[in-house]
């Protein structure tokens, strides 16, 4: 038996699976005891988990399994519980999800995708049945679960309305709703994402979208590509003016790559002297040197461009 569980209050003596009443020939019930602990009883067999395992207000993946001698319980593809049992299953007894046949012992919370075998599940199969996140219909087979072919009810809660609720399994073990308040939730249409990358970023990126009613869950990947534009090279620190006396000797006095900046490309670099008959100007490796003529005094400008030769 699977089913996921959301609990409004860990401890309470809510049935969750039950057919007949405790104790009677033929009774198997999956609930939780008063103590937030899983219980599981089979006629004249039952356990609690020695631990406080339920927990409020999330959702959590309870599992009953029981070969020829032995039941199990799991809950988050934890085993919990584990003792002996051999009782006969024969009964005439329904199966009730939510309550305990002629008891008030309802439970509180909601529950979704149940289902039962006719064989015991694996522990691999219940791992499986858990990492779905409750989005794995236990009518199809998949990875290691591979049981679908042993389902004899499957209940998944989607029917919306009416008062009948269908057997997924294919056997026709539809069951009566009772009390059933219906509601639709939608999601928003309005509002927006924003992605800004980094400054001057370019390639690849991607984020992903996740959207949970609780139970089940999907995800989209949405990949961007920052395509790549030319920025103008800018001053990044700008030239001082100089002052020599007449007949200085050559001056080193600015590597225009600290000069200007573009964080796309390589600059390309050239300049003007005003007036050649005061000054020479050099540029080697980007380095600006100064040769100052014999004799000469006076004043200058000399303008230096830096061009990127993907933009000219």
Do not use: C
Not at 101 to 108: L, R
Not at 116 to 127: F, K, R
Not at 193 to 218: E, M
């Amino acid at each position: 038996i699977e089913a996921w569980i959301n609990p409004t209050i860990a401890s309470q003596n809510g049935r969750i699976v039950a057919r007949g009443n405790t104790g009677t020939p033929g009774s198997y019930q999956l609930n939780i005891n008063t103590n937030g602990r899983l219980r599981i009883s089979f006629y004249e067999n039952e356990l609690n988990s020695s631990n406080n395992v339920i927990n409020a207000n999330t959702w959590q993946h309870l599992v009953l399994t029981r070969t020829a001698t032995t039941v199990k319980g799991y809950v988050n593809a934890e085993e919990v519980i584990s003792f002996s049992n051999s009782s006969d299953l024969t009964s005439s007894q329904s199966l009730v999800l939510g309550y305990e046949p002629t008891s008030s012992s309802y439970y509180s919370g909601l529950i979704d995708e149940v289902a039962i075998w006719n064989d015991a599940l694996t522990a691999a199969e219940i791992t499986t049945l858990y990492n779905s996140g409750s989005g794995l219909s236990a009518s199809s087979n998949s990875g290691d679960y591979t049981s679908s072919g042993n389902l004899q009810g499957y209940w998944n809660f989607n029917e919306g309305s009416g008062t009948t609720l269908t057997d997924l399994s294919g056997n026709g073990n539809n069951g009566t709703i009772n009390g059933a308040t219906w509601s639709t939730s939608t999601a928003a249409t309005a509002g927006s994402y924003t992605y800004s990358p980094t400054a001057d970023y370019n390639g690849s990126d991607s984020f992903v979208f996740s959207a949970s009613d609780g139970a089940l869950s999907d995800t989209a990947t949405v990949s961007i590509t920052v395509t790549t534009i030319d920025d103008l090279p800018v001053v990044a620190n700008p030239l001082s003016d100089i002052t020599v006396n007449e007949d200085a000797q050559d001056t080193v006095v600015a590597d225009l790559d600290v000069v200007f900046m573009d964080v796309d490309e390589e600059l390309e670099y050239s300049h003007v002297v005003e007036d050649t008959a005061l000054v020479f100007a050099s540029v080697t490796n980007d380095t600006v040197t100064l040769q100052f003529l014999p004799d000469a005094n006076g004043s200058t400008n000399i303008i230096f461009t830096a061009t990127n030769p993907t933009i000219r």
